[in-house]
Antibody
Framework: QVQLVESGGGLVKPGGSLRLSCTAS????????MSWIRQAPGKGLEWVSY????????YYADSVKGRFTISRDNAKNSLYLQMNSLRAEDTAVYYC?????????WGKGTTVTVSS | EIVLTQSPGTLSLSPGERATLSCRAS???????LVWYQQKPGQAPRLLIY???SRATGIPDRFSGSGSGTDFTLTISRLEPEDFAVYYC????????FGQGTKVEIK
């Protein structure tokens, strides 16, 4: 079945780095735009970034521009989010999702906590 | 950036009742590029409606979306126990933004 599984979350100190991964299965990964969306504890959803099927088109929310880098490896059916210069306000559940305009398949999420 | 404002913040209803959720945009959403998601506690969001009024695969017909321009509505015709959740609207006509959510709770 169609599935997205995130990994790589954890506890990191302010200013630190973390790399999230998302492995896709059950569909042709290379045909789809992919996105990262996050949700801070008790808060709403915030779109973070998306990448086109080939990787040639990328957009970031202003809140992460210059600090986060999205990438993908279509041969490995994998999506990544490199997060640098992390701040307390980046603490959230990070979801990988299929689609670049709207998201029709979501992973269960991975938790990132930025704290000293 | 298009700001989406959802109302009410919380809707208290009983099973079987009709739920009407509003999503208002700060400027017109081009081509009705608006979607609705449902999120239950501890779960990822689920796509309900895309292009303002088209139901996603497997979504029951008690869910319907309408609207255009700056005013959009999600209607649940008769609430089932599993419909009590938080609902978010999202636009993709200009960048991508979410509303703050409407919680539908059991009265």
């Amino acid at each position: 079945q169609v599935q997205l599984v995130e990994s790589g979350g954890g506890l990191v100190k302010p200013g630190g780095s973390l790399r999230l991964s998302c492995t896709a299965s059950g569909f042709t990964f290379s045909d789809y735009y992919m996105s990262w969306i996050r949700q801070a504890p008790g808060k709403g959803l915030e779109w973070v970034s998306y990448i086109s099927s080939s990787g040639g088109t990328i957009y970031y929310a202003d809140s992460v521009k210059g600090r986060f880098t999205i990438s993908r490896d279509n041969a490995k059916n994998s999506l990544y989010l490199q997060m640098n210069s992390l701040r307390a306000e980046d603490t959230a559940v990070y979801y990988c999702a299929r689609g670049g305009m709207f998201m029709d398949v979501w992973g269960k999420g991975t938790t990132v906590t930025v704290s000293s | 950036e298009i700001v989406l404002t959802q109302s009410p913040g919380t809707l208290s209803l009983s099973p079987g009742e009709r739920a009407t959720l509003s999503c208002r945009a700060s400027q017109s959403v081009s081509s009705s590029y608006l979607v609705w998601y449902q999120q239950k506690p501890g779960q990822a969001p689920r796509l309900l409606i895309y292009a303002a009024s088209s139901r996603a695969t497997g979504i029951p017909d008690r869910f319907s979306g309408s609207g255009s321009g700056t005013d959009f509505t999600l209607t649940i015709s008769r609430l089932e126990p599993e419909d009590f959740a938080v609902y978010y609207c999202q636009q993709y006509g200009s960048s991508r933004t979410f509303g703050q959510g409407t919680k539908v709770e059991i009265k």
